[in-house]
Nanobody, 116 residues
Framework: QVQLVESGGKLVQAGGSLRLSCVAS????????IGWYRQAPGEQREWVAT???????KYADSVKGRFTISRDNAKNTVYLQMNNLKPEDTAVYYC??????????WGQGTQVTVSS
């Protein structure tokens, strides 16, 4: 079973920056796409960004231009650099290997809270 350990979340003021990290135990990490997702209180989990094995990236419109996803295959780690944070970015952030569905297992996530 793949283990996903997210970290780096904390309370930050609007306009601030954070870098999230996720370490994945999957041995095939380097050949898999991996993404970041988030879930705000009372909301469904939503996709944030994806990076492929070739380091091609895609972003949700709500974070485009502010967030940057990257990966370090030597460390089995994916990062999410978040700049110009807004209160609506407040959520628990998770990483996972797409595609994700109802039966997908998730890590504990990392809480990001943006105060106005």
């Amino acid at each position: 079973q793949v283990q996903l350990v997210e970290s780096g979340g904390k309370l930050v003021q609007a306009g601030g920056s954070l870098r999230l990290s996720c370490v994945a135990s999957r041995s095939t990490f380097r050949i898999n796409a991996i993404g970041w997702y988030r879930q705000a209180p009372g909301e469904q989990r939503e996709w944030v960004a994806t990076i492929t094995s070739a380091e091609s990236t895609k972003y949700a419109d709500s974070v485009k231009g502010r967030f940057t996803i990257s990966r370090d295959n030597a460390k089995n780690t994916v990062y999410l650099q978040m700049n110009n944070l807004k209160p609506e970015d407040t959520a628990v952030y998770y990483c996972n290997f797409p595609p994700v569905g109802a039966s997908t297992g998730w890590g504990q996530g990392t809480q990001v809270t943006v105060s106005s």
